[in-house]
C-alpha cells in the first residue's frame, strides 16, 4: 500500500458527461501528478501541483483540469468525454516539487467511456 | 523517435535467470525512475537515480549520465517478477516522461 488512495475505482459514464477523480496524497507528500494510460499510447504525464499551485502541464486536454485543495487533496475533472478517454488515471505524490523525488502512485481509476 | 525508449519490448526468460533491461533517453534528466506494473494494473516504484547503482534484494538499476543509459537488472528472476517494467524520466522542465514499458514473463 503506497498511501496514496484514488477514488473511485472505476467509473463507466456516456460520451459528453463530466466526470471527477479524486486523489489523496500520502501524509506529508506535497506533490500530486496525474497520469493517463491508455492501451494505444502507454503513460503520459498529464500535470502536476505542489502544495495547491500548477507546477507544470504535460500532454493535458483543454478539456481537462485539475485542481488541489488546502488539504492537499486533488482532483482531475474529466469533461465533454470521447471514446477516447477510456484509461486508466493514476495519481502519484512525492515530497517534493522537482524530480529526484519518489513517486508513490495510487491504485489508479479505470474510466470506461461508452 | 521517442524520446525514452525501452528495450527488449518483450521478454520472456526461464526461471532462476539474470535479466537486463535497457532504458535510453535524448533529453535532459534532473532524475530517473524505473516503475513496476502488475497484471492488476498498480504501479510501484522501483527505484529513483540521479547517478550510479542502487541495489534493493535482487534487483539492480545503474544510471550512465554521459552515455544517457540506464539498466535493470534482476538476477534469479522468478515467476513473482512477470511484469511490465516502465522506465521514467524527469526533465528539467518538471516534466515525467515514459517508455513504452518492456513486458517480463518469467516461466516456473
Known amino acids: 500500500d503506497s498511501g496514496v488512495t484514488q477514488t473511485p475505482k472505476h467509473l463507466i459514464t456516456a460520451t459528453g458527461q463530466r466526470v471527477t477523480l479524486r486523489c489523496s496524497p500520502r501524509?506529508?507528500?506535497?506533490?500530486v501528478y496525474w497520469y493517463q494510460q491508455s492501451l494505444d499510447q502507454g503513460l503520459q504525464f498529464l500535470i502536476q501541483?505542489?502544495?495547491?499551485?500548477?507546477?507544470a502541464k504535460g500532454n493535458i486536454l483543454e478539456r481537462f483540469s485539475a485542481q488541489q485543495f488546502p488539504d492537499l487533496h486533488s482532483e482531475l475533472n474529466l469533461s465533454s468525454l470521447e471514446l477516447g478517454d477510456s484509461a486508466l488515471y493514476f495519481c502519484?505524490?512525492?515530497?517534493?516539487?522537482?524530480?529526484?523525488?519518489?513517486?508513490?502512485f495510487g491504485p489508479g481509476t479505470r474510466l470506461t467511456v461508452t | 523517435k521517442n524520446e525514452v525508449e525501452q528495450s527488449p519490448q518483450n521478454l520472456t526468460a526461464q526461471e532462476g535467470e539474470f535479466i537486463t533491461i535497457n532504458c535510453s533517453y535524448s533529453?535532459?534528466?534532473?532524475?530517473l525512475h524505473w516503475l513496476q506494473q502488475h497484471p492488476g494494473g498498480g504501479i510501484v516504484s522501483l527505484f529513483m537515480?540521479?547517478?550510479g547503482k542502487k541495489k534493493h534484494g535482487r534487483l539492480i538499476a545503474t544510471i550512465n549520465i554521459q552515455e544517457k543509459h540506464s539498466s535493470l537488472h534482476i538476477t534469479a528472476s522468478h515467476p513473482r517478477d512477470s511484469a511490465v517494467y516502465i522506465c521514467?524520466?524527469?526533465?528539467?522542465?518538471?516534466?515525467?516522461?515514459f517508455g513504452a514499458g518492456t513486458r517480463l514473463f518469467v516461466k516456473a
Open positions: 502519484a505524490s512525492s515530497v517534493g516539487d522537482a524530480g529526484g523525488y519518489e513517486q508513490y
Open positions: 501524509s506529508g507528500d506535497l506533490s
Open positions: 501541483y505542489y502544495n495547491g499551485e500548477e507546477r
Open positions: 533529453v535532459g534528466i534532473s532524475a
Open positions: 537515480l540521479s547517478s
Open positions: 521514467a524520466v524527469n526533465t528539467g522542465g518538471f516534466k515525467t516522461i
